[in-house]
């Protein structure tokens, strides 16, 4: 069995800064992406930034150049690193890994609050 579990979230003002982290826990076999994504109230949820086993990264066209998303492998821990938040920002973070063992699994983390507000 596999899980993930994220940390950091909270409530920042806006132009500041946060960090998240989601990390893979359990029969992990091979991971091939991980990625952030969040969810505004009442809407579907919408990709914030994928990275591959590989290393090549992904942004939603709203966060490029302000969120960074980065993996430490040897810890099958995955990063986000959000700068020059914004409100607009405010929303619930889920992290997301897609991998092989035995069979292909997709599985969620619980979701975090990021709230951005003065």
């Known amino acids: 069995q596999m899980q993930l579990v994220e940390s950091g979230g909270g409530l920042v003002q806006p132009g500041g800064s946060l960090s998240l982290s989601c990390a893979a826990l359990?029969?992990?076999?091979?991971?091939?992406?991980m990625g952030w994504y969040r969810q505004f109230p009442g809407k579907p949820r919408d990709l914030v930034a994928t990275i591959t086993s590989g290393g090549s990264t992904n942004y939603a066209d709203s966060v490029k150049g302000r969120f960074t998303i980065s993996r430490d492998t040897a810890k099958n821990t995955m990063y986000l690193q959000m700068n020059s938040l914004k409100p607009e920002d405010t929303a619930v973070y889920y992290c997301n890994v897609r991998g092989v063992w035995i069979s292909a699994y997709d599985i969620w983390g619980q979701g975090t609050q990021v709230t951005v507000s003065s």
């Open positions: 359990g029969r992990i076999g091979e991971i091939n992406t």
